[in-house]
């Protein structure tokens, strides 16, 4: 069988993380495809990682800076190997072109970390979203992994855009694959069966915490209009500084990690989620809209998600229209009903799975086929890697060393 081999940075939790949904998503379109699998992570397996080896997986721990991959990428001899994000390419990439220099190599992005990371700094400094420095050393590092790639898989179109327009990298590295439903839920409960309102997001992710936060300082004002109304907070990994905002009085509860999203999502009526920095996809929103909860977000969340549609909720531009937003969303029938068919409309029209997967596993085999003609023509990222491999071998075999 054709061996695939992906480089994770964490074992994948999709119960926990969009990145691990999405990630589960892709070993779909592999396994489809009859590759035989490994994943491999210098991370350990925690109690939510994905069942991976039920699925056929071969799971592998590998070390940093550490002959030992060496040997073990050469015996497996991958046909491709994925990065599950910038940062272990930069780790692994030099150690795969090395022993294994025919390997296709495709970098998932998950989401374009510098454009979160900028923004976020851009929210800490009291400035727009707008003003964020997005000519930062995490970019030069990112972008200079995506040109080391063969290909790299981006999840919203906006980042698409800003790769191409603002950047200047070349289209023909560059791959859209957004999220990937297979089918909307067929039966939702209805406005009146549902009750409260909903937010979730990894509390271990700035955006979400931040989120989090800006709850709290909303909340109130909504609560003031409904006050029969209560504000129920799920996450994994929750920090200290958002447990002790835990308040049954408030009606604002922390309740912790989600079991099964499904159940939880249809059981409220509109999810809240006021993120001011963040880049990619919010799976949290695409969840929504697939199991019929109408959602109150910003532009931020909203980004990638709608095209020329309509939102399956609110976009909200300040902190008044976000509190007018939710209450009206929670009180009004009609609206409700709206949003929800809108958010059926941009899943069935925008991320349904087989729009995308048998075009991507074509492209696939076409670049694997003409693998060489593709990387003359990207031949700036073969310049990068020459001298990225040099650098970077070097630097970890004297890391290695000096371990010993």
């Known amino acids: 069988m054709k061996q695939l081999l992906i480089i994770g940075h964490t074992f994948p939790e ?6 691990g949904s999405r990630m589960m998503q892709l070993i779909e379109l592999f396994k489809e495809e009859k590759y035989q699998i490994t994943f491999a992570s210098t991370a350990a397996v925690s109690e939510k990682t994905a069942d991976l080896q039920g699925r056929h997986i071969s799971i592998e721990n590998i070390k940093l800076n550490d002959v030992s991959f060496d040997e073990f990428i050469k015996k497996l001899n991958p046909e491709i190997v994925v990065f599950d994000r910038y940062i272990t390419e930069e780790q692994f990439g030099w150690r795969v072109s090395e022993n294994c220099p025919n390997a296709l190599k495709i970098l998932d992005t998950e989401d374009l970390h510098f454009l979160r990371k900028a923004r976020e700094e851009a929210v800490k400094n ?4 707008s003003e964020a420095n997005l000519f930062s050393e995490t970019a030069k590092r990112e972008l ?13 179109e906006y980042e698409m855009e800003l790769l191409q327009n603002r950047f200047k990298i070349a289209s023909e590295i560059l791959y859209y694959l957004p999220f990937l439903v297979a ?20 509390l271990l992710h700035a955006p979400n915490v931040d989120s989090v936060l800006q709850l709290k300082k909303l909340w109130p004002e ?3 209009q409904l006050p029969d109304a209560e504000l129920h907070i799920y996450g994994a990994y929750a920090p200290q500084q958002v447990l002790q905002l835990n308040n049954i009085k408030e009606g604002f509860l922390i309740k912790g990690w989600a079991d099964d999203l499904e159940i939880v999502m249809k059981t409220y009526r509109v999810q809240l989620a006021p993120l001011r920095f963040g880049a990619g996809l919010k799976g949290k929103l695409l969840d929504a809209m697939r199991f019929g909860l109408p959602s109150v977000t910003t532009e931020i969340g909203a980004e990638g998600m709608c095209g020329e549609l309509s939102f399956g909720g609110m976009i909200s531009t300040s902190k008044e229209k976000f509190i007018d937003a939710s209450i009206q969303l929670y009180s009004r029938q009609y609206l409700w009903s709206k949003a929800q ?14 729009m995308f997967s ?13 693998l060489e003609q593709h990387r003359r023509e990207n031949f700036f ?16 075999k004297w890391i290695e060393a000096k371990g010993k």
């Open 144 to 156: 200079a992994s995506i040109l080391r790639c063969d290909l790299s898989l981006i999840i919203s």
């Open 222 to 224: 909504i609560r003031q």
């Open 126 to 129: 009291v400035k727009t979203i």
């Open 341 to 354: 068919q809108n958010g059926f409309n941009i899943i069935e029209n925008r991320f349904q799975k087989k």
């Open 381 to 396: 990222g073969q310049i990068l890697q020459h001298h990225t491999l040099q650098s970077t071998k070097y630097l970890a």
């Open 14 to 19: 999709p119960s926990t993380t969009a990145a």
């Open 183 to 202: 089918a909307v839920s067929e039966s939702t409960p209805a406005f009146e069966e549902r009750q409260n309102f909903f937010a979730i997001g990894n």
């Open 358 to 370: 048998e075009v991507f596993k074509k492209h696939l085999r076409t670049l694997s086929a003409q």
